[in-house]
């Protein structure tokens, strides 16, 4: 069995190990390779491994030896996964390792919008408060979240948890997703009520023909302009420059982002200078115990297919 790992040091810069993934056959890692690598390092993979390395329906055909490919992630748009079933290969993705760490993400960015810790923080470093004439000062607006509706586009695990905790907060929560369960403790609504009503939006849903920027001009001005968007799905789900103009214009408070629709993203992306837009570098996933939970259902996928019992399966292969 040989298994290539395509691009492994953002899954494990060195605080986990690779030895449950070697003890399965002859194993390969590299921290990342180069699109003219791809093909070479490839090339006699059993198994392919993947985080944000392409792989393509030309690159499959180049690939006789390849029967599994594994995404490191929960989403899989890297992957032509049509082409792939047409193969006969199983793509198999990790769809619960991030669960908590996205959604306590998803909220840090919320909190950062309506308290603007790090900000003030600053400004108290800076000296500022030091120099004070009263003993306290605060820039812009601080936002309660009691009584504020919050809009989960998504409602999967990672969505329904955020919802969880905003309903914590003492949040009214609206849900959306494409097919609303009949019985639900939340409410669910279509997408333009969601984005009409909600003082809060946050993105969970996955990157597909159909939600590729779902989040354009149009829906922004269904949005209050006292409204802050949150995403920490994928970047494409957003029209980049639609929502910097939108928050440089005003049409929306705030935005706080953790995906770009490229990363890393060039120096002329409009939002990088947008209004009240935060934005951290695709940090969401990334704590220790959530890339451990990553690499062990890694394994587990891998064993589970070398047994004839595939599991996390995106494309059902006969």
Not at 122 to 132: F, I, K, L
Not at 217 to 236: D, Q, V
Not at 257 to 279: G, H, K, Q, W
Request: aromatic share 6%.
């Amino acid at each position: 069995m040989n298994i290539v790992v395509l691009d492994g040091f953002t899954a494990n810069p060195g605080d986990c190990s690779w030895e449950p993934l070697k003890a399965l056959g002859k194993c390969q890692v590299y921290d990342r390779s180069l699109p003219e690598e791809v093909l070479k390092r490839a090339q006699n993979a059993d198994v392919l491994l993947t985080n944000k390395t392409p792989i393509s329906r030309e690159l499959l055909l180049e690939l006789p030896h390849l029967k599994c490919i594994g995404v490191l992630a929960t989403g899989y748009n890297v992957v032509d996964v049509d082409a792939a079933r047409e193969h006969g290969i199983p793509v198999c993705n990790v769809p619960e390792y991030g669960t908590p760490n996205t959604a306590q993400a998803a909220i840090a960015l919320l909190l950062e919008l309506t308290n603007r810790i790090g900000y003030h923080s600053d400004t108290v470093r800076a000296g500022r408060w030091s120099r004070s004439a009263d003993f306290c000062y605060w820039d812009g607006t601080l936002t309660d979240l009691q009584g504020a509706t919050l809009g989960v586009v998504g409602f999967g695990r990672i969505g329904e948890m955020v919802g969880r905790i905003g309903s914590a907060f003492g949040m009214r929560i609206l849900a959306h997703r494409r097919n609303a369960p009949e019985k639900s403790e939340f409410q669910h609504v279509g997408l333009e009520q969601l984005l009409r009503e909600s003082d809060v939006v946050s993105l969970h849903c996955p990157l597909t023909e159909h939600t590729r920027e779902l989040v354009n001009a149009e829906r922004l001005r269904l949005m209050k302009p006292s409204a802050f968007l949150i995403n920490t799905a994928r970047g494409a789900l957003i029209h980049e420059g639609d929502l910097a103009a939108a928050l440089n214009a005003g049409v929306i408070a705030g935005a706080g982002l953790d995906v770009l629709s490229v990363e890393p993203p060039p120096a002329t992306n409009p939002l990088l200078s947008a209004r009240n837009c935060i934005i951290t570098p695709h940090i969401a996933w990334a704590t220790p115990n959530a890339r451990r939970r990553l690499l062990a259902t890694t394994v587990e996928n891998i064993q589970r297919w070398m047994e004839g019992r595939p599991q996390n399966v995106v494309n059902p292969v006969r």
